[in-house]
């Protein structure tokens, strides 16, 4: 194969990835029960989840947002409970923001039900499809981080 033919291999199979991968997250977004929040809030309370607490411009940072907005986004969460500011252990300037019990509650449902929904599409499928996908997420993660 030529370096032309492996670019435009590339690109298609880039095309290819999108639109499915695109599909798939706009089906998940579609089983969520609780659609209260939006998909930025929730993802906010995620990287709490995973991550800890953090200054709300880190969290900006994580979500790539600008730290006005994460102010909002913050404000919005806190009013609802999901998340508390509290003043930071050395920095009396800075906040740091923590996710509450009903904010791991809320993002434990809301995970719950699309995984419930998404093993469901999965049993439809082979056990060959299956490990497909299964080393299929391991690339896909990586390509996500990079």
Do not use: F, N
């Not at 095309?15 to 991968?21: I, N």
């Not at 995620?46 to 607490?53: E, F, P, W």
């Amino acid at each position: 194969m030529t370096y032309a033919q492996d670019m435009a291999t590339d690109t298609a199979l880039a095309s290819e990835l999108r639109t499915s991968v695109m599909r798939l997250a706009r089906r998940l977004r579609r089983m969520r029960t609780d659609t209260s929040l939006s998909l930025g809030q929730l993802a906010a309370l995620g990287t709490l989840d995973r991550h800890g607490a953090m200054s709300p411009g880190q969290l900006a940072e994580h979500e790539r947002v600008q730290p006005p907005s994460m102010t909002r986004i913050v404000k919005a969460l806190e009013a609802e409970g999901y998340v508390t500011r509290c003043a930071h252990a050395t920095d009396g300037r800075q906040v740091v923001v923590s996710l509450t019990d009903a904010g791991r509650q809320l993002l434990r449902d809301d995970r719950r039900q699309r995984e419930a929904w998404l093993a469901q599409r999965l049993r439809d499928l082979s056990p060959d499809d299956r490990e497909v996908l299964r080393r299929a997420s391991e690339v896909l993660d990586r390509l996500g981080r990079s």
